[in-house]
């Protein structure tokens, strides 16, 4: 399970059309591109910046952004404007990590936010502390704060349900 199944799972908790849960899908799976382009064209630089989000505990994106002037998500969002990718799409992994600073609402954005939120949650649980990352502020923003308890159930039933499959 990823940020790609958790963003198409809330999609579908919210009875979204099959066109919106793949749209939420192709966010979830293309949102990190920019960590990529980055490692293979600066490796050096890139695994001092990962290196210096663990040691003082910051984000990887702010980092990113101090060092380069850039984030992973507004490369792998411009890679995706200019290879034609629907602009929801594009916004969604522009602002997956700072929704708030979209100029519009997107029910997609919210999606691959909080789904890339569960993911790290997930991912980081084995950690003494680990911190959300959801943008509360945001999702009450958009009136849909109410819907978070909702979505992290249709996720961790997407969870269960992936386990027993694979068993």
């Given at each position: 399970m990823g940020?790609?199944?958790?963003?198409?799972?809330?999609?579908?908790a919210e009875?979204n059309?099959?066109?919106?849960?793949?749209?939420?899908?192709?966010?979830?799976i293309?949102?990190?591109?920019g960590?990529?382009?980055?490692?293979?064209?600066?490796?050096?630089?890139?695994?001092?910046?990962?290196d210096?989000?663990?040691?003082?505990k910051?984000s990887?994106?702010?980092?990113e952004?101090?060092?380069?002037?850039?984030?992973?998500?507004?490369?792998?969002?411009y890679?995706m404007?200019?290879?034609?990718?629907?602009?929801?799409?594009?916004e969604?992994?522009?602002?997956?990590?700072c929704p708030?600073?979209?100029?519009?609402?997107?029910g997609?954005l919210?999606?691959?936010h909080?789904?890339?939120?569960?993911d790290?949650?997930?991912?980081?649980?084995?950690?003494?502390?680990?911190?959300?990352?959801?943008?509360a502020?945001?999702?009450?923003?958009?009136?849909?704060?109410?819907r978070?308890?909702?979505w992290?159930?249709?996720?961790?039933?997407?969870?269960?349900?992936d386990t027993?499959?694979?068993?």
């Amino acid at each position: 399970m990823g940020a790609s199944m958790f963003a198409k799972t809330i999609t579908q908790a919210e009875n979204n059309q099959k066109e919106s849960m793949d749209d939420a899908f192709m966010a979830g799976i293309l949102h990190d591109l920019g960590k990529l382009v980055l490692a293979q064209n600066l490796p050096k630089q890139y695994k001092t910046v990962m290196d210096e989000a663990r040691q003082t505990k910051r984000s990887l994106w702010e980092v990113e952004y101090d060092n380069f002037g850039v984030t992973h998500a507004e490369i792998a969002a411009y890679l995706m404007g200019l290879w034609g990718m629907k602009d929801t799409v594009v916004e969604a992994i522009a602002f997956h990590h700072c929704p708030k600073k979209s100029p519009g609402w997107n029910g997609l954005l919210a999606a691959a936010h909080t789904g890339n939120a569960f993911d790290h949650e997930i991912h980081l649980s084995h950690l003494e502390e680990t911190i959300s990352t959801i943008d509360a502020a945001y999702l009450e923003n958009i009136d849909m704060i109410d819907r978070l308890p909702v979505w992290q159930s249709a996720c961790r039933n997407s969870i269960k349900k992936d386990t027993q499959i694979a068993k």
